[in-house]
């Protein structure tokens, strides 16, 4: 064996042995990486059942819903459409049980009842949200969702007070953790959503070309209501769990110290240099001040509650003691706002809410100048007191609004002496406009926000177009809406069409789609052309063409206007008949049915301004 041989085996054993000591190196490695694997999903395994088992009914209520939201999709419409709104209701209510059950639960970890007590409550938590379901929740009216959001943001201020009722430190710090768990549950639920749906795309793109689309929805929902309720309970601190100022989040003590504070300083400028204006030009504050104030108000009671524990720093010190007392006169500004149009306008439920928001947060601000960051779970349990308050009781919202839009009613009609035996007289008075638009206002308020119950003073079922007969005068569009401004804009749908209902065509020759959008703001604009036809419109005027050949002008601006005076601004689903336009001459016949239609009402230097419509038009050729 020569030299060149024997350093070529040599070499050989050499990594033999290297590549045993590698082997013997990996594998224990590997087994220590599935037994971390392994671990990982026993752990993950734990605490989905250790949510299931702490929270049963909040798992379950997601459950349910996640089953009706799939069953909705893979069903046909036609399969569930009589129960459709039902279905809707239903998960609203399970919603709200989710956060009501989960409330009452950490309430009974608190008091730590027994097995049969539990089980007791379970049925009695059962019950109530069955209760709320036939009764409180009907249908979709405002009444009833404004009702549903204030008690599920009662329960939900509960979810964070109720592991620290009575006394109990660091409910600050219990709460930011609870936040920064959600914030972790929504990154970990858009991850998986994203992930599943790359997987399916590859499936059905590689593998089975004929999966449903619908797989998507599928996983979507999944990951939303079963992974991310699942795994932020798993999270929830248990009662035997003290927190300290470690657990303190990271993340939410930069976005509070170094974002959110500074932020609403630069804020506090601003709206002293408006209040300055304001005094300075003798003006009443515009009503946006109202809004702008309560929730600059509302944020940073939430901002000085979140700082509580982090009081030791100067920064934070300074922050507290000088936005608590800065805010009043910004408060004061806020009631000047209000008040002013309620005084003038009478409350609707938007006044109502920002005239209680702003006591609250009034009365918030004086306590914590005096409380100095003790016993900060008066805060949010008084909101969830308030919101409960508000729709509750002779007091509530709902029916201060109605008394007081009646009496608003009652002093316009007054003023021409246009009632008699508690009834409207028509007595062809002078009504001065700014009374009309206001007579107007309360009516459509009540249309629109009661379904015309309640309103006082008016024959039974009265209707709109009955403005002239009953008081002498046509419903005027460009009323003052409940906020105090005039409100232009609106937007009508097809009672029929929306519904998905066959349009008879007997008797005409061609169908065609036209569509104008918000975009297409150029007074001369072609809507629809192809081989034949062509659809124009310049300014309120629609042209149809064969062959580059006109065939009729239909001008639909006092088609339009009847519309509108009749029903005003804001959201309608209008009577098919009203939808309906018919125009003829020698050369065609024309219907044309609109399915949907928004824009601004008409003013005294320009009609109505139509930024949107979807119409078929029916064509007969002579």
Known sequence: MDEHEKNDQEQTLAETEQSN????TAIPQMKQNKHNLWGWIKKCANGAFGAFFRFPLPVLFCIVIAAIFITRIAMPYDFFKDIDEKLSRISMVLGLGVIFTLSIQLLMERFSFHAMMKSVIYVIEVLCVYLYFRFLMPNFDMIHVIRFGLIAFA????????????????????VTKLISKKIVTVLYAVVLGLGLSLTLFTIK????????NKWYAYSWIAVWLIFAPIYFL???PKMDEEMVAEDYSKVLKVLLLYILMPLMTI???VLYLYFGKIIASHELPIRLVAYLVVSYTAIGAIVIFLITPLRDLKWVRVFTNTYTKIIFPLLAMMFVSICSRILTLGFTENRYFILVIGIWATLAMFYLNFNKGKYNIVLPFSLAVVALLTICGPWNAFNVSKASQNQHLYQMLSKYNMIENGVVVNKQASIDEQDKLEISGVIDYFDRTHKGNGLKYLPANFKKSQMKEVFGFEFKNGYYDENGDRNRHFNYNNEMMSENQTVQVTGYDYLLKVSLYQSDNNPNKTLFTD???AVKRENNV???LQNQQEL??????NDIKKLTDLYGSDSHKIPENLFVFNAENDKVKVKIILKDMSGLLATEQEGVVVEYLNASVLLKIK
């Open 267 to 269: 804020y506090s400028i």
């Open 155 to 174: 329960f939900a201020l509960m979810f964070y007070f109720m592991a620290y009722w009575f006394k109990r430190e660091n409910l600050e710090i219990y």
């Open 21 to 24: 000591e590698a082997i013997k």
């Open 531 to 533: 081989n034949q036809f």
């Open 542 to 544: 629609v042209i149809l």
């Open 234 to 236: 798993s999270g929830i």
């Open 552 to 557: 009729i002008r239909y001008d639909y601006s």
């Open 205 to 212: 793109s590689l593998l089975y070309s004929g999966l449903d």
